[in-house]
């Protein structure tokens, strides 16, 4: 039942610069709720890897990157490397009463 | 180091009950809200429980309202989550996790960190 939206699956080749997206709606993304984003890497459970739209945690490389606008978001990751295989999560807050907390549907990073 | 460790996942039949944990250590657990968030066997995630840091709020998604209770022991830094009722459909990876961003209170613009390592729940007859 998530009520944000992203691509099931992106490849790209080392080095490459692959997007995510991340649409919501306008009772959450769009009703100017900050986007965050979490790395699910096989096995583990999620770490954050941008928070408030567009902040990187310390330890978290340069080459991930968000953005926001409207009622979507994207998650960037520039110069692909192999560690980034993994699946990745949006999240919002809604202010809808079936959850006040939304995740996207999740999107797995394959490095080719 | 900030840490929280899950426990009390298992085997259990439907319509019965069972009590989370989420151990935390490394932060003044007494200051922060925390969640309870879920992932079914190859799903994605979802949101499951929130409370305050002082135990006084609490929200719970639709899927569990009326059947899952959160707590917490800001006095032995640990959080419960207990679960009531139980349907196959609960069956998942239950992590707890700790709300960063503003202090002391909940905020619909705070996120999630850090994430336990989780603990799996199946209920299966």
């Known amino acids: 039942q998530s009520v944000l939206t992203q691509p099931p699956s992106v490849s790209g080749a080392p080095g490459q610069r692959v997007t995510i997206s991340c649409t919501g709606s306008?009772?959450?993304?769009?009703?100017?709720?900050?986007v965050h984003w979490y790395q699910q890497l096989p096995g583990t459970a999620p770490k954050l890897l941008i928070y408030?739209?567009?902040n990187r945690p310390s330890g978290v490389p340069d080459r991930f990157s968000g953005s926001k606008s409207g009622t979507s978001a994207s998650l960037a990751i520039t110069g692909l490397q192999a560690e980034d295989e993994a699946d990745y999560y949006c999240?919002?807050?809604?202010?809808?009463?079936?959850?006040?907390?939304?995740f996207g549907t999740g999107t797995k990073v394959t490095v080719l | 180091q900030v840490q929280l460790v899950e426990s009390g996942g298992g085997v259990v039949q439907p319509g019965r009950s069972l009590r989370l944990s989420c151990a935390a250590s490394?932060?003044?657990?007494?200051?922060?809200?925390m969640h309870w968030v879920r992932q079914a066997p190859g799903k994605g995630l979802e949101w499951v429980a929130l409370?305050?840091?002082?135990?006084?709020?609490?929200y719970y998604a639709d899927s569990v309202k009326g059947r899952f209770t959160i707590s917490r022991d800001n006095s032995e830094n640990t959080l419960y989550l207990q679960m009531s009722s139980l349907r196959p459909e609960d069956t998942a990876v239950y992590y707890c996790?700790?709300?960063?961003?503003?202090?002391?209170?909940?905020?619909?613009?705070?996120?999630?960190?850090?994430w336990g390592q989780g603990t799996l729940v199946t209920v299966s007859s």
């Open positions: 306008s009772s959450n993304i769009g009703a100017d709720y900050d």
């Open positions: 996790a700790r709300e960063e961003g503003t202090p002391y209170v909940s905020s619909p613009y705070n996120w999630f960190d850090p």
């Open positions: 409370m305050s840091y002082d135990g006084s709020i609490k």
């Open positions: 490394g932060f003044t657990f007494s200051t922060y809200a």
């Open positions: 999240q919002s807050y809604d202010r809808s009463l079936s959850a006040l907390y939304v």
């Open positions: 408030g739209n567009s």
